[in-house]
């Protein structure tokens, strides 16, 4: 492809050599970090994509991995899982190393049964995911671990997960490629810990060098509205857990202007469910219901003009009037919307949110309704008995075959019990039980965030 005139391939291009020149030959850094301005993401992301085609430039295998981060507990073995996943579809790939006799992307490869083990040191286990996969797929050249999540929920616990596997220590040819904002610089601390395996890069993307690299496409405009929406979040994100209020509101109030502009009703309807949500730290019931209401109203509106995307937001939406209704102690209500939360999951074929919701109903309908209470754990559990064995690996099934049994055994059901543990003990090991009454209450504690 001809570059000279493509003004896009030529920042891209400008990208690149940065990287060759300043990042490549450093043999010991396990960090590059990207400083971006606000008007650059888009731009990298093309970088990206390009980096993943044969028309890479890089002298590394760079694999991206777009995994929004929720927490730094787990998210290693997320990611695993999910490379796993998306592994198994390259045929080719699987083949080629197939016949140069490594198979772990079989069903009974060594990282997907130790995956399963819920002790295992999932930072530990990634760390050795990541030096045999660049030993088998990358032809002796380095791996560029590129990570550029959806959405980061928690900036400090992002940055403790990398501090966490930076300990443990990358693989010799393994490398991290991670981005911050240039006006932020969330990751200073991080890199000023280990200056001797970390780089940060800079480029400039506009017309005069000088810049800063503002201006990238369109100089005199603002910059692009996911951008200014994604600062939004973060910014609120920080408040939060500085546990500042003022400061969650006045940018969740710029999160709708910013998302008002677009004239957007699936944007809108997001900014207004992401800030009602970060408010439930300081429990604004008040303000998080009006909030939702209003997401809730612009996502049918999205839904009704033809936005099949605005499902997930009244999914979504539904299962946060549910939590607001149990902040306020109106268990009956609460219960009443999260069931109502997972018929709307199924209706929308989103089974497994549809488990979440209708576990919480069934524990909230425990002491008042325990007729309720049990069919709707009996309606969960023939749901997810149907469902394939890796659609239930991120879900709440253990906690409801759990609690149903317990219903089973009190009902003297011998024969349900034991189907429960048959199906359990395939799906979990024969130690479920005992796994899910460890972990049932952490589950019921986990935030729940919007994925932009």
């Not at 093309?46 to 760079?62: D, I, K, N, Q, T």
């Not at 990238?216 to 692009?224: C, E, F, V």
């Not at 559990?381 to 659609?391: D, H, N, V």
Request: glycine share 8%; charged share 25%.
């Amino acid at each position: 492809m001809n570059n000279e005139h493509n003004p896009i391939a030529l920042k891209i291009n400008k990208i690149q050599n940065k990287w060759i020149a300043e990042a490549s030959p450093l043999k010991e850094c396990k960090l590059v970090r990207w400083l971006l301005k606000d008007d650059q993401p888009r731009l990298f992301e093309g970088f990206l994509r390009l980096e993943a085609s044969a028309s890479g430039a890089l002298p590394e295998v760079v694999v991206t991995m777009l995994m929004p981060f929720e927490g730094a507990c787990g998210h290693s073995k997320k990611v695993m899982k999910d490379w796993l996943k998306e592994l198994g579809k390259d045929e080719n790939l699987v083949q080629s190393l197939e016949n140069s006799g490594y198979s772990y992307f079989g069903s009974l490869s060594k990282f997907e049964v130790l995956l399963e083990d819920k002790d295992v040191d999932g930072d530990r286990l990634f760390v050795d995911f990541l030096s045999d996969f660049q030993g088998a797929a990358c032809n002796g050249l380095k791996l560029a671990l590129a990570l550029y999540p959806q959405l980061v929920s928690d900036v400090k616990d992002y940055t403790q997960w990398l501090d966490n596997l930076l300990k443990v220590g990358l693989p010799e040819d393994v490398l991290f490629m991670v981005f911050d904002f240039a006006d932020e610089r969330y990751f200073d601390k991080l890199v000023h810990k280990y200056p001797e395996q970390t780089k940060t890069l800079y480029v400039s993307t506009g017309g005069d060098e000088d810049n800063g690299g503002a201006g990238m496409d369109t100089p005199s405009g603002p910059a692009d509205p996911e951008v200014r929406f994604r600062e939004c979040v973060l910014k609120m994100s920080d408040a939060v857990n500085d546990n500042n209020l003022s400061v969650v509101k006045q940018w969740g109030q710029k999160g709708l202007e910013v998302a008002q502009s677009t004239g957007s009703a699936y944007f809108l309807s997001v900014a207004s469910l992401t800030y009602g949500a970060m408010l439930f730290n300081f429990k604004e019931t008040g303000e998080i219901k009006t909030l939702i209401e209003r997401g809730l109203v612009l996502a049918r509106k999205g839904l009704d003009a033809g936005d099949n995307a605005c499902q997930q937001l009244l999914v979504t939406g539904q299962g946060y009037m549910a939590a607001c209704c149990q902040i306020e102690g109106k268990k009956s209500m609460a219960a009443a919307i999260f069931e109502e939360q997972g018929d709307l999951a199924v209706q929308y074929g989103m089974p497994v949110q549809a488990l979440t919701a209708w576990w919480q109903a069934a524990d909230l309908y425990k002491e008042k309704d325990k007729e309720k209470h049990a069919l709707l754990l009996e309606k969960a559990y023939r749901t997810g008995a149907a469902l394939k064995p890796e659609e239930l690996e991120a879900s709440c099934m253990a906690y409801i075959a759990f609690d149903y049994h317990e219903v089973c055994r009190k009902k003297k059901d011998r024969a349900t019990c034991a189907e429960i543990d048959t199906f359990m003990a395939g799906l979990n090991g024969p130690e479920w039980m005992g796994s899910a009454e460890r972990h049932k209450k952490e589950s019921k504690r986990k935030k729940r965030f919007i994925v932009i």
